[in-house]
């Protein structure tokens, strides 16, 4: 008996301590259990997580394929008709029913391509396109004003906004045209890193206002130039969406995930160079429109900011490509 005291001294011990250790031992079991059970919960709730983030991630891409899916057949029309009048781009909206069937889209444009000299003249036939107003266009120019050796101008839009009417994209206190300019160069759609629209610069970044637009180029009588540099010469304009981030993410998360998860968008390029890198954050969701408004997001659109690629659809050879937003 003395060895076996001696090797379990707990027997010993008087009463009250016997309970302490023995509501210790419990405690310890309680809380490997307990570990066992989080560790559980964790396993499972990551797996929800994943399998909200994959029905989210394929929404998201359909949703862009949608959009986009409408520019080869915008380009068909500006070939066909060539010089298309303000009644001819309405009808086609109406037509393929554009805003019933893609009401989340910010903007729906056509481009023109005009050399310097033919600014003026330009400027003229669009003032006086009577086709859908008696009043033409008489207030019309081109934006910003400034002799440039080419412009690409914004023609046709909608909705209408008349600060965007007119813009040009190869505005030299803009990023816009390097953009332009490769969907031309690679007769391909090209996707813009998140950029404020024409229409909102007055407001300014802020999470409601940022952007992503997707350009798909127009050659003149349909060709399909081989070479960059054939389809410079060639090149007719251009046609694109553009829709706000916080729109399209907003139209996509259910319920269900607003309340699972947290969801941020980050830009990698300006998260590795310390930058303000947020593109979205549910939180925003869950704000009054007006606290929106008042969350700044600071964006440098001089600069490529986002590194997520989507499909960009149909390309110019018709082939589908993945889209190269630092491009």
């Known amino acids: 008996m003395e060895t076996i005291a001696a090797r379990l001294p707990l027997l010993a011990l008087p009463g009250r301590l016997v309970g302490v250790v023995v509501l210790v031992l419990g405690l310890l079991a309680t809380g490997v259990l307990y570990q066992n059970a989080v560790v559980q919960e964790t396993s499972r709730r990551g797996t929800e997580i994943n399998r909200l983030a994959g029905f989210f991630r394929l929404d998201l891409t359909n949703r862009i394929q949608a959009y986009i899916d409408t520019l080869p057949g ?7 008709e060539e010089n298309p009048n303000d009644l001819q781009f309405a009808n086609y909206v109406k037509l393929i029913s554009l805003q019933n069937r893609y009401p989340d889209l910010a903007i729906t444009f056509v481009a023109r391509s005009v050399k310097g000299k033919d600014a003026t003249a330009f400027t003229e036939a669009t003032r006086r396109d009577f086709s859908l107003n008696p009043d033409g266009h008489p207030e019309f120019r081109i934006k910003p004003f400034g002799q440039r050796d080419e412009h690409l ?5 909608y909705p209408f906004v008349p600060a965007t009417f007119g813009y040009d994209l190869y505005d030299p206190s803009q990023a816009y045209r ?6 031309i160069t690679r007769g391909e759609a090209v996707a813009t890193p998140p950029i404020v629209l024409a229409k909102d610069r007055t407001v300014g970044a802020k999470p409601d206002t940022v952007s992503v637009v997707v350009r798909l180029p127009v050659y003149r009588r349909g060709t399909n130039p081989q070479s960059e540099e054939e389809r410079k010469a060639a090149a007719w304009g251009l046609v694109g969406v553009g829709f706000r981030i ?4 907003g139209n996509i998360l259910s319920a269900e995930m607003l309340e699972g998860m947290d969801l941020r968008i980050v830009d990698t390029q300006a998260l590795t160079a310390g ?7 549910t939180s925003w969701m869950k704000l009054s429109p007006t606290e929106v408004s008042k969350r700044s997001a600071t964006l440098d659109t001089r600069q490529p900011t986002l590194s997520l690629r989507v499909p960009v659809g149909e390309t110019a050879s018709g082939r589908s490509r993945p889209s190269n937003p630092g491009a």
């Open 246 to 249: 916080l729109d399209l993410v």
């Open 178 to 183: 390097s953009y332009a300019e490769a969907a």
């Open 74 to 80: 915008l380009r068909a029309f500006c070939q066909l």
């Open 275 to 281: 930058g303000t890198s947020l593109i979205f954050d």
């Open 153 to 157: 101008v914004i023609r046709h839009l």
